[in-house]
């Protein structure tokens, strides 16, 4: 397994972050690295150029941090209303997930989120307050507080599955080939 070292213009996750001095594979270097312009071969010019590299990634880092809690402190004043349809017995027939509250942040503050970064363990089917932790950066974790509330009319699921069970049933094909068919079609959709 030989390896060589490059120096690497970026941060490349699993690997290492911008200006740092790894060691990889020949052919990961050769095939991957070293064509996208991610790194560059050590050499003596090279490492005087670390220096700089360096500072450009302390600048990022700095930029990225500041960024991330003046983020964390406009999603700590917002406050969120989702509304779930409920049955009659209150319990949802949503709910919320990462995704929605990524949209609902990106439409309210025009902040992009990645959906990983927030911390919820299951999507969130309870009416009421709840709280979730967003990890903005590496030191800075946010705490979104948001309230779910019930849709003004509870929906009776019974009822719509009874009214579907009152329509005409649909024809029954001859071949069971071709009805199978359009089942697969219809899992797909």
Same mark, same amino acid.
Request: glycine fraction near 8%; proline fraction near 3%; avoid cysteine.
């Given at each position: 397994?030989?390896?060589?070292?490059? #120096?690497? *213009?970026?941060? #490349? @996750?699993?690997?290492?972050?911008?200006?740092?001095?790894?060691?990889?594979? $020949?052919?990961?270097? $050769?095939?991957?690295?070293? @064509?996208?312009?991610?790194?560059?071969?050590?050499?003596?010019?090279?490492?005087?150029?670390?220096?700089?590299?360096?500072?450009?990634?302390?600048?990022? /880092?700095?930029? !990225?941090?500041? /960024?991330?809690?003046?983020?964390?402190?406009?999603?700590?004043?917002? $406050?969120?209303?989702?509304?779930?349809?409920?049955?009659? *017995?209150? $319990?949802?027939?949503?709910?919320?997930?990462?995704?929605? #509250?990524?949209?609902?942040?990106?439409?309210?503050?025009?902040?992009?989120?990645?959906?990983?970064?927030?911390?919820?363990?299951? @999507? #969130?089917?309870?009416?009421g307050e709840h709280e979730v932790a967003m990890k903005l950066h590496h030191d800075v974790t946010a705490q979104l507080v948001f309230q779910v509330k019930s849709a003004e009319e509870p929906r009776d699921r019974g009822a719509e599955a009874e009214s579907a069970a009152n329509e005409e049933p649909e024809k029954k094909r001859k071949h069971r080939f071709f009805?199978?068919?359009? !089942?697969?079609?219809? !899992?797909? !959709?």
């Open positions: 397994m030989p390896l060589t070292k490059l #120096i690497l *213009t970026e941060n #490349i @996750p699993g690997l290492g972050a911008e200006a740092d001095v790894v060691k990889v594979r $020949r052919g990961y270097a $050769r095939n991957y690295l070293l @064509p996208r312009g991610k790194a560059y071969e050590v050499t003596l010019g090279a490492l005087r150029q670390l220096d700089a590299l360096k500072q450009k990634r302390a600048e990022r /880092e700095a930029r !990225e941090l500041n /960024e991330a809690e003046e983020l964390a402190r406009r999603i700590g004043k917002a $406050r969120f209303v989702f509304t779930l349809e409920t049955g009659e *017995t209150g $319990r949802a027939f949503g709910s919320v997930t990462a995704q929605d #509250i990524v949209n609902r942040v990106k439409n309210e503050l025009g902040a992009e989120i990645d959906r990983h970064k927030i911390v919820l363990e299951r @999507p #969130i089917k309870d009416t009805h199978r068919k359009k !089942e697969e079609k219809k !899992e797909t !959709e």
